[in-house]
């Protein structure tokens, strides 16, 4: 298991300000999508203030995230998937 980091930096890449029932809907919507991937746990999203962030998986590698993304968004925009290990 490797932990993913994707990242969301760029305007095309940056989250958009979501309101509370977005937020739910997409969170359904990952969820649902993460019962036919049972090896992968979505860790949460963190954003400031700007759209800028990261997303938090644990997954087997980067190309099992973005099959995700691609399925659960339509598309993958973010601004890059990478497999990390833990230094410290």
């Not at 980091?5 to 309101?19: M, N, R, W, Y």
């Not at 359904?28 to 860790?43: A, M, Q, S, T």
């Not at 659960?72 to 497999?83: E, K």
């Amino acid at each position: 298991m490797a932990k993913i980091i994707v990242f969301h930096f760029t305007d095309e890449g940056k989250l958009p300000p979501l309101s509370p029932e977005q937020i739910h809907g997409l969170m359904n919507k990952i969820y649902d999508e993460l019962k036919n991937y049972p090896d992968v746990r979505f860790n949460g999203t963190y954003v400031d203030e700007k759209g800028r962030g990261i997303c938090d998986w644990d997954a087997p590698d980067t190309a099992v995230v973005n099959e995700i993304l691609i399925k659960v968004l339509g598309g993958s925009p973010v601004d890059g998937l990478i497999a990390v290990k833990r230094v410290l």
